[in-house]
């Protein structure tokens, strides 16, 4: 794993791999937020807006399906309060179709990846902040990236993408659900 990068899956074993000290397991018991994005008609791109859509059948109160317009959805999203920000999104960073990491804003900065939307690190730093100024001291705000394998209009989600967002789903509704 990168430097800053503190979960990834491993596309050859098709297990999760979490550092010891991974940021993760900070989830557990706090206020978290999932902001889903993509639009649902794009292929893989609509990673992000799935994992959210899930999230909310799983009864996680705090998954917001954004869509392809998350700016209107940051008062929802600051309203909650949360400690903890995911930003659920379809990546490029050159791995395997499926493939997922949870980053931090320092991975972004350093540009070893690329997203739909160049504007991702901005919407990440106006939460971090707005959160903060609201009380919430401390906040974190992750980019939750998944490896899009096709984001061509009318396609649905590939089979590698699918698999990651079921399973991504069952780990996050263990973690935010039943701590």
Sequence with gaps: MRRGCVASYDEQSK????????RLKILAGRRV????????????DAAGHELARRLQEQGFR????????PENYLGPVLALR??????????????TPG??????????????????????????DYLTKENGARGARGA????LGIQAKSRAGGEGISPEVEETVA????????????G
């Excluded at 705090?62 to 317009?69: C, D, F, L, S, T």
């Excluded at 493939?99 to 990440?124: E, F, I, N, Q």
């Excluded at 399973?167 to 039943?178: C, Q, S």
């Design 99 to 124: 493939a997922w990491a949870l980053l931090d804003g320092a991975d972004l900065a350093a540009g070893s990846l690329s997203t739909h939307d160049a504007s991702l690190s901005l919407l990440m």
């Design 140 to 143: 974190r705000c992750y980019l």
């Design 33 to 44: 937020v999932l902001l889903g994005i993509g639009h649902p008609e794009m292929g893989d």
């Design 62 to 69: 705090g998954a917001i399906a954004a869509g392809n317009v």
């Design 15 to 22: 297990f999760v791999k979490i550092r010891e000290d991974s």
């Design 167 to 178: 399973g991504l789903a069952g780990l996050l509704e263990g973690i935010v659900l039943r």
């Design 82 to 95: 949360p400690e903890v920000i995911l930003i659920a999104d379809a990546v490029e960073m050159g791995k």
